[in-house]
């Protein structure tokens, strides 16, 4: 009873935190506010500050973490619904998500590479511009860890986040498509969540591409994977 008393009071929190953070982002828009970052932050400090061990505060944080599933599964909706728009512009949307992957993975290898990680982070590493939950299992089926491998995607997603509008901006990327499809596939959800800030269509594409990042990502990473250690 006092283990789920426990998970329910860090879970409960986490969800209290993120809709404090969220309200103020909404109503402020500073990057700081994001609620992903500022709720992990302010979750950071408190179990710091609480010398609580990240173990205890798990016990409520894996029920949260156990919704990341259906949360991926969820993502064929805007996919469904953008299916006109995908099939019309097919070729581009594609090919662009499928560079995207190659070149996320492929800037993640050189950058273990150059500071010499071991084998096992560079596979960490490997899928880090995958979502979270798809990261994680095909970091774990490669051999690498896939809870770090979840904070490697947090990395590039606030990378993607903070960067990419200043970015499509500097390149004079103003389509929905392009601004979808660059967010979605170089920072995952929180590529998506910034997209919505455009519009709907911007959205959608970047759903889209988050979720055809997946699947090109979990058929890429194993291909990768034996190609680095040959």
Do not use: C
Request: aromatic fraction near 10%.
């Amino acid at each position: 009873m006092e283990f789920n008393l426990l998970a329910a009071f860090f879970a409960v929190l986490t969800v209290a935190i993120y809709l404090l953070t969220n309200s103020l982002y909404l109503k402020y828009r500073k990057t700081l506010l994001n609620p992903v970052l500022a709720s992990t932050a302010i979750i950071a400090v408190i179990l710091v500050v609480g010398n609580i061990p990240y173990d205890t505060y798990m016990m409520g944080g894996s029920w949260i973490g156990t919704l990341l599933g259906p949360a991926v599964v969820a993502l064929a909706v805007p996919l469904y619904k953008q299916r006109n728009l995908l099939f019309t512009n097919l070729l581009p949307i594609v090919s662009g998500i499928a560079t995207g992957v190659v070149v996320g993975m492929a800037s993640g290898i050189l950058f273990t590479q150059l500071f010499r990680f071991s084998e096992e982070l560079i596979l960490t590493v490997l899928p880090k511009s995958l979502t979270t939950p798809v990261a994680m299992q095909v970091a774990g089926n490669l051999g690498g860890i896939p809870s770090l491998a979840a904070v490697f995607v947090m990395v590039a997603g606030f990378t993607g986040y903070i960067v990419g509008p200043a970015l499509l901006n500097w390149l004079h990327i103003d389509s929905a498509i392009g601004r979808g499809i660059g967010l979605g596939t170089s920072a995952h959800g929180m590529g998506t969540a910034k997209a919505f800030e455009y519009g709907q269509q911007e959205a959608s594409m970047s759903s889209v591409a988050m979720t055809l990042s997946a699947v090109f990502g979990a058929l890429l990473g194993p291909v990768a994977a034996w190609l680095l250690l040959l």
